[in-house]
């Protein structure tokens, strides 16, 4: 029930096209999801983060949907650019517990030019 | 403002030897975290203080794994003896505080392992 799944696991996009990463999970007291960005050699950096409030959060071309009811939420990366080619981790947790971020397995991005 | 700090940045031990780890958090930020990143996966919470104290270590391997944050600032993270499997790169995290708005975790570049 800790869990957060992610897929897919490598996407291929082409420069300017829309890179989208999915997550699921199961434990309904999750109140915090970020996504995370990790260069190699890097710590992970955050991007973009949303709380079960709202359905869809927008920063630059990064943009959150969560949907409460089946448990998801995903990252679009609109405009795919070549230096967005990272791997992307999802993460979740109970915010008002304390608790501490648990990540997803993480997805690799090439974006192609 | 100055990251999250670690060192050594790389470390190659041999089996059954012993390792440290040292973090040095963001000023002012009174949660820090261990995770542990094996090759190709998501990173794994090992440990969670807030400022000295420990508020979550159920996943550290405590037979063979410490932490302490004594001073409630930098941390040390220890193995000993270290098995094949700990092979992996330990990334020190460190937030403002455990809730509310200021829980964005800000990590640092992480100590890759090679255990041989």
């Known amino acids: 029930q800790q869990q957060v799944k992610q897929s897919p696991q490598s996407l291929i996009v082409q420069k300017g096209g829309i890179s989208i990463i999915n997550c699921a999970y199961e434990?309904?007291?999750?109140?915090?999801f970020p996504w995370y960005q990790q260069f190699p050699g890097k710590g992970p950096a955050l991007l973009i983060a949303i709380r079960p409030d709202v359905s869809e959060k927008k920063e630059g071309r990064f943009t959150i949907s969560f949907n409460k009811s089946a448990k998801q939420f995903s990252l679009h990366i609109m405009d795919s650019q070549p230096g967005d080619s990272a791997t992307y981790f999802c993460a979740a947790s109970i915010n008002q517990a304390g608790t501490a971020l648990i990540f997803g397995k993480g997805t690799t991005l090439s974006v192609s030019s | 403002e100055a990251g999250v700090a670690q060192s050594p940045r790389y470390k190659i031990i041999e089996k059954r030897q012993s390792v440290a780890f040292w973090c040095n958090p963001i000023s002012g930020h009174a949660t820090l975290y261990w995770y542990q990143q094996i090759l190709g996966q998501g990173p794994k919470l090992l440990i969670q203080f807030q400022n000295n104290g420990v508020v979550d270590d159920s996943q550290l391997p405590k037979d063979r794994f410490s932490a302490e944050r004594l001073k409630g600032v930098d941390s040390t993270l220890k193995i000993q003896p270290a098995k094949l499997e700990d092979s992996a790169v330990y990334l020190c995290?460190?937030?403002?505080?455990?809730?509310?708005?200021?829980?964005?975790?800000?990590f640092g570049q992480g100590t890759r392992l090679t255990v041989v």
């Open positions: 434990n309904t007291a999750f109140d915090y």
């Open positions: 995290a460190s937030s403002l505080d455990l809730w509310g708005e200021n829980t964005e975790a800000f």
